[in-house]
């Protein structure tokens, strides 16, 4: 018997054992290999996805523990402030080696998505991501970037107005 979820958009069901961390059955079962295997102690945070509109640490979550649940992946990941987020990671040429990026759009995604009006220094506090190239500057720059384009003023032609 597996366990039920929506798996990036869609309904999905794992049959990995229920105690297993969900970071593997996403890597081994469903071959979603942008979530990685950092450090196995829910520390570094390459391994984070969304559930339910939370960042968490798929290493430290049991498959039995999304029963239900909503999970996004890098892969699977969408919309205005996804959107916004990662045209800041490149824009700020956030990525090093990149192994962790994966782990820190997710969460900064998820930060941001709580709301998306709060500052940097805000939504840095809640990143606990580790970059072990240090690229924090680059990331800082990239959350600066993503709040910038979500809090832009619409011009009027966006707005709907004729001009």
Known sequence: M???LTLNGAAATLSSPPDSPLLWALRDERRL???KFGCGAGLCGAC???IDGRQARSCQTQVKDVAGKTVVTIEGLSGDIAQAVTDGWIAAQAPQCGYCQPGFVMAATAVIAADPKQTRE???SQLTNICRCGTYDAIRAAIDHALG???A???PQKQGSAQ
């Open 48 to 50: 984070t996805v969304i």
């Open 2 to 4: 597996g366990v039920d």
């Open 122 to 124: 805000q939504a840095l």
């Open 153 to 155: 003023a619409p011009s």
């Open 33 to 35: 290999v942008g979530v």
């Open 149 to 151: 384009a979500l809090n």
